[in-house]
Structures are given as C-alpha cells and as structure tokens.
C-alpha cells in the first residue's frame, strides 16, 4: 500500500528537536547526512533529512501517492515522448492473475499524477522491450505458463520434436493432438496448435544433383494423458501421431527423449506488440519466430530491432536464434546466425554498429554458455572477448549502464552475484573502455556491500545514480540494502547521498523523468522476514529521488525550439538567460526490466550561444544517435539541469 512520508508535528516537537539536537550534535558531526539513518533517532532523522541543506547535498525520497486502484505489480517501465511512464506488470509474477486472465498495464503521468489502466492483450510479465524511431514502445514476449516446482507437477511431459518428411506441404497439429510411443506404448497430449515446415530438398551446389531431404521440424510441450509416476518415460522413442491419415501418417512423426515430473521452467509466447503512446494503447503486430520470456530487445544502427535469448514455448533457452524487427514491415526475420547469451543479455548498440555484450544478465541458461563479455559482429558473426572482468562469476542480476557522454563509449558494470539461487553477491565495479585498441575490464571503485539487483540511472549532470539491491537472492535474510550513492565519472568516485526508505531486489528497475527527478519501482523479495519463513509480498510502492541539483535556487529553461533535428543538423532554441548554459545533450528514454536497461544513453551536443538562446549541432553518426525521441538537457556551470525538452531525431 502507498503511504506517504511520517513526518513530526513540528509545533509539539518544537522543544523535544532542540533538546535532541544538542544532546546528538556531538555524535553526529563527522557523519555525512546518509549516516544519520544510523545514528539518530528516527524522529531526529525525519527531521534532518527535510532540511533544506541536507536535501541541497543529498537529494530526497518521496512516496508517488498511487490511488489503490492504479497499484499494480510493475516488473516494466518505460519512458514515452509524451512524458508519461508506461508500467507494466502483465500477471505481475502472480499465478492467481495468471489464471485468470488479469493482465494489468497503467499509464502514469508526472506532470499531472493522473493514472490511467491500459487494456494489456496478452500476458507481458517479463517480456522484452525497446524504443521504436516513431517514438512507440516495442513490446515482445511474455508468459505463455508459470513454472512448476518438481513436487507440483502430476503430469509426466517435456518436449515433442515433430518431423514431417513431406517436401510438398507443411502440416498443423491442433491443440490436443495425441502422440503414443512406439516402444513404451505411453500416450502425451499437446494443449497448443504446432505448425510443422515442409520438407526442404537439398541439392549439391556445383552439380545440381539431387542429395537428400531434410525433414520440416517443429518443437511442442507435450503432457502425459494420466497423472503419476507410472507414465514418465526413461528414454528416447518415436511417436505415432494419431489423426493422421494416408502419407501423412507415414511422413509426420514425434521424437522425445526423457518426459518426465521434472521441475518446469517458466514458458514463453511470441505475441508481439507496439504501445502508442498518442493513441495510448498496444496495437498487435507480427509475431516473432521464437518463443520468448525474459528476452532483450536492443536497436540496431539502421532502426530495427535484435530480439535475443529467452526461454520457449517449452521453457528451454531458444538455441541461439536470434531475429530481427523491421518497424516498417511490422515482421521479423531470423539473422541466419546463431549466439547462445543466457536471458536478459545485457547488449549495447556501439558508436561503430557493433553490440557489446557486458557479462551482465537475469540467469537461466548453462552457467558456461555465453557468459564471457566481449564485442559482437553481427554482419560476421564474430566475437572479440574481452578480459579482465572480476568476479566473472558473479554476473547474474548485475547493472550495466553506458558512461556519459556516449561519444566516450564506456562503460561500467555494478554488481551482480552467483548463478541462480547463490547466496553469493559482488561489490565490484567493474570499468571498460572500448575505445582502447585493445579493451580491457579494470576495477573501479567498490560498493560497501556485495549487491544483486542494483538499478542504475544516468542523471543529465553526467552522474549515475545507483541505488538499491540485495546482498543475497531476492532480498534473502532481510538482505535488502537501503542505500544509494551517484557516480561520477570524471572523478571515478562514488558518493553516498539520501537513503531510500524501501528496499529493492528482483523485478525492479529505475528511470529518470524529464523533469531530472527518478523513479524507482518494483521489487520481489521471496522472503518477508530474515528468519526466511515468511512468504515475501510484492512492493508496489513507487518512489521518487528528487537530486541535490534540483534544490539549488535555480536552473536553465528551454522556451522554445525545433520538434526535430537530422543528424548533422541543427537546432537552435531560446532561453531568457543563455549565458548560463555550458552544456547540452540528448538522453535517451528508459525502457527497463530487471535492472536491464539497454536503451540508456547521454550523447553530448556542441552548444554555441545566440543572442536569445543558444545552437546545438547533432553528431552525424547514426550508430551513436539512433533514431528516435530523446529528452534534450542543458546544464549550467553547476551542473544544475534544466526540465528535459523532446526531440525527434528521425
């Protein structure tokens, strides 16, 4: 539930806060403001943290006032050009909603506080997603089933591969489709519609010759008719399908190894769909090639999207196909290529239209496989690692975020822990620039506690905040961690500022809002006590870090000004105190989940001055500005923003 801050009633405390504050002076003097929360009490605390100097050098948290009916388990979010932040929760991680077809999207808006429910078509619960150049919000995958624990499971199933040997005509099995073993005579149903490719003839290159055929296959989950023991199978068999009549039956069969009561992992759909953020709804479009949950979407150079990673329709990693949006023709496409990244693969669109591929992801997958950070050619295939990373191991649940300004391509990585359920968790920051002719991972400075679930936000005074996190899985043993701290890149140095009041774990993420202010959201602890006896409850409680910069006494403004830019171009826009202004950039949108947000990037602008205002020129390069929508700051020589304009850079 959403509660605002307790605050004293200052007028009966009056007394008692002068008191306090002699008796305590003493203590507190040498702490910096966030060590407050240690030492003093809370009421003294209260106090402190909401005076103007200590907000001025530390920032403050505030709870977002959410009416009960907008509050929803937000696992997504993303920033649209309208300024408003789409939160999507789907099922929200609850089999209950699942069930029953509760699929929850709300759109809110920071100017106003106004809500607003969003008709949510299929279950986007850990789906991907991506800023689109029209400005729409790319939305692909989600849930197709929940996951079921070894013990919950009463029916035998797995995957059915299904081979047609048929080169004239593919075939569609409908849902319900009965497959029985040759050798163990066991009987397993399908509860989704497959359609099988048709047979592909393979012909010699040089002779023409005619040399094989190679069989249309297709992949399906496939659950034993009974329930109990009795119907798993120990080995591999060929399946009569039954229904099928004349060639069919001779040409269309399934394949399955061991179906068994094993645990089964989460599985995913294909749907895939645009969010318009004017017309304020998800319109559907082609779906993809693969099913996926938990994959990431990152733009390419030239506009489109790589869809990557993720577990199928079955619940296993999709083997390395990856695929490609065109939002022209609304479809996707196989690359041809395959590269195995366990989900939510952290992967960047680079200033020479290579992907780099920090290390950093949200588990599942072989602890072996795709793990190693490195350079990606798409057009090649080639993969140039990168070494020096520390803790390699601990890479699960880390943040990656790109450092401002852009054009410097580096870039840094905060956390992480062990694969799967670890108890084990990282302090590292880890740096990488990729501009050296030969990069390499250095060690930056570290966090005071090993941290999974970091969120990281680029702040447009070319800070980072990161803030939140647990020491152990999903908060475990009340390991939640109520700090935060910004980074700054010049300095290379962390500094602690105000702490948040609610701790972060799994299924979080952050995202600056156009005013300069951030949003933290989400969190999933699988425990509410440190005994670890307590089942957790989601936090749908929101808040907003409100920076030191925003408390000075004033800042620039942005009066007017083009709607877009070309790349090359420029722009010029007017300001009633041009004078002030040192700096300007472009600041790409949020579009975040799982502490994975590729999206992230502060690209610097040359700024002259004008006699009421000033230019800005955009660089050329189309890999380093991809085309968009993209909030423009300008700060003064403090470092103090102004509230974000947007600008269409087609």
Not at 169 to 179: M, N, Q, S, V, Y
Not at 314 to 335: A, F, L, N, R, S
Not at 524 to 539: H, R
């Amino acid at each position: 539930m959403s509660t605002l801050p307790v605050r004293p009633n200052y007028r009966k405390n009056r007394a008692r806060r002068v008191l306090i504050g002699v008796a305590v002076v003493a203590v507190i003097t040498g702490f910096n403001g966030p060590a407050l929360y240690r030492y003093g009490s809370d009421q003294y605390h209260e106090y402190t943290i909401n005076k103007p100097e200590y907000k001025a050098e530390n920032g403050h948290w505030d709870f977002l006032d959410i009416p009960a009916e907008y509050r929803v388990n937000s696992i997504h979010a993303a920033l649209l050009h309208t300024g408003k932040v789409l939160l999507i929760a789907g099922s929200g991680n609850n089999q209950k909603n699942f069930d029953a077809k509760k699929f929850e999207s709300v759109l809110w808006d920071p100017k106003t506080n106004d809500f607003k429910l969003i008709p949510t078509p299929k279950d986007m619960f850990c789906s991907g997603h991506t800023q689109l150049p029209d400005g729409k919000l790319l939305v692909a995958g989600g849930t197709k089933q929940y996951e079921k624990l070894k013990g919950d499971v009463t029916k035998a199933g797995g995957l059915m591969i299904v081979h047609n040997e048929d080169p004239d005509k593919p075939i569609t099995l409908p849902a319900g489709t009965k497959f029985t073993g040759k050798k163990n005579g066991k009987t397993f149903i399908t509860k989704d519609s497959l359609l099988v490719e048709k047979a592909k003839k393979v012909f010699d290159k040089k002779t023409g010759k005619f040399l094989r055929t190679e069989a249309g296959l297709g992949r399906i989950y496939v659950e034993a008719a009974k329930s109990g023991k009795t119907y798993e199978t120990g080995t591999e068999d060929n399946y009569r399908i039954h229904g099928l009549k004349g060639s069919d039956n001779r040409n269309v069969y399934g394949i399955a190894q061991k179906l068994a009561l094993d645990k089964k992992d989460f599985q995913g759909i294909r749907e895939a769909f645009e969010f318009d953020p004017v017309a304020e709804k998800y319109i559907t479009v082609d779906p993809m090639n693969e099913a996926r949950w938990y994959p990431t979407l990152t733009h390419l150079k030239d506009g489109k999207v790589l869809a990557l990673s993720g577990l199928d329709e079955i619940g296993q990693i999709v083997p390395g196909k990856d695929e490609i949006y065109d939002p022209k023709t609304k479809k996707w496409e196989y690359t041809g290529i395959e590269r195995r990244f366990p989900t939510y693969p952290a992967i960047f669109l680079m200033d020479n239209g290579k992907l780099f591929y920090s290390g950093s992801n949200a588990g599942y997958g072989p602890a072996d496989v795709g793990r190693d950070p490195g350079i990606w050619d798409l057009d090649t295939n080639k993969f140039q690692k990168i070494p020096g990373l520390s803790d390699p191991d601990k890479m699960e649940t880390s943040a990656t975020v790109m450092l401002p300004p852009a054009q410097d391509q580096k870039f840094m990585v905060i956390g992480g822990g062990g694969v799967g359920e670890s108890e084990e968790s990282s302090e590292k920051s880890r740096l990488v620039d990729l501009k050296d002719a030969n990069p390499r991972f250095k060690d930056g400075p570290t966090l005071e506690k090993g941290t999974r679930y970091p969120s990281a936000s680029l702040l447009p005074d070319d800070h980072i905040l990161v803030t939140g996190g647990s020491e152990d899985y999903r908060g475990r043993s009340a390991s939640n961690i109520l700090q935060a701290r910004t980074y700054d890149p010049k300095s290379g140095t962390y500094k602690r500022v105000a702490d948040p009041r609610v701790g972060r774990n799994y299924h979080s993420g952050s995202v600056l809002l156009p005013d300069g202010r951030v949003m933290i959201f989400g969190s999933d602890s699988l425990f509410a006590d440190e005994a670890n006896t307590k089942p957790g409850v989601f936090e749908q409680r929101i808040e907003i870090y409100t920076p030191p910069y925003l408390y000075r006494s004033s800042r620039p403004q942005i009066t007017g000004g083009p709607k877009k830019i070309a790349r090359g171009g420029t722009g010029t826009f007017s300001s009633p105190r041009p004078a002030e202004i040192k700096t300007a950039k472009l600041m790409r949108p949020s579009a975040v989940t799982h502490v994975t947000d590729v999206e992230q990037r502060s690209i610097a602008l040359d700024v002259k001055k004008t006699a009421d205002g000033f230019q800005v020129t955009v660089p050329k390069n189309r890999a380093l500005v991809p085309s968009g929508w993209y909030m423009m700051f300008v700060t003064d020589d403090k470092g103090t923003p102004s509230e974000a304009v947007w600008v269409e850079i087609p």
